[in-house]
């Protein structure tokens, strides 16, 4: 394969939302570091949503970003916590997918907190190749070109061949 044609993982982003300041988010703050090693930033609407009492500036959740090496080896884990198996709903049309996890205990080496409570996450999985480095630079920035995007089933294939991943079709009968 080309290697300009290969996929990789650009960024895995950790996220909690909490709904509100106070307890919940000092604990979600708490359980991102300890799993991470890493210091989480807090979340902030951006707009005012009345039924739900939030207002501009109020913090919401946290979240994590992990680049590199470090991204990867989190990502193994977390694929353990979900026992290798994803939806197909998971994926989006630009090959970039995310799933859930109800209780961090799941996840092989985090161990219960007392403090912390049972708490759950959600992790977003950006996949990236070589070239898509054109949108994001300051001096001629252009759009993505169809032949380098990635689409949904590139995802997949990467997904089931690179970490051996099964991925299931949900059934319609909710």
């Known amino acids: 394969m080309n290697p300009m044609q290969q996929i990789r ?12 300041p106070g307890e919940p988010m000092e604990k979600a703050i708490k359980l991102l570091k300890n799993l991470t090693g890493m210091k989480p930033i807090e979340t902030t ?13 109020l913090s919401i959740g946290c979240k994590i970003t ?3 090496k470090k991204a990867e080896e989190f990502f193994l884990r977390l ?6 198996t ?10 970039n997918f995310s799933f859930g996890i109800p209780e961090y205990l799941d ?3 985090a161990e219960y907190d007392i403090k ?23 001096i001629h920035k252009n759009k993505i070109p ?11 294939n990467f997904m089931t061949q690179k970490y051996s991943i099964k991925v299931i079709e949900e059934d319609d009968n909710k």
């Open 9 to 20: 993982i650009e960024k895995l982003t950790l996220n909690i939302g909490t709904g509100g």
């Open 45 to 57: 609407t951006k707009k005012r949503i009345a039924g739900w009492k939030l207002r501009p500036g």
């Open 66 to 68: 992990l680049r590199g």
């Open 79 to 84: 694929l353990d916590a979900k026992n290798k």
């Open 86 to 95: 994803l939806s197909i709903n998971n994926f989006d049309k630009n090959g």
């Open 107 to 109: 996840i092989p080496g």
């Open 116 to 138: 912390i409570g049972i708490i759950g996450l959600e992790t977003a999985v950006t996949l990236s190749r070589p070239g898509f480095r054109i949108s994001k630079r300051r």
């Open 146 to 156: 169809n032949k380098i995007r990635i689409t949904k089933e590139e995802a997949i």
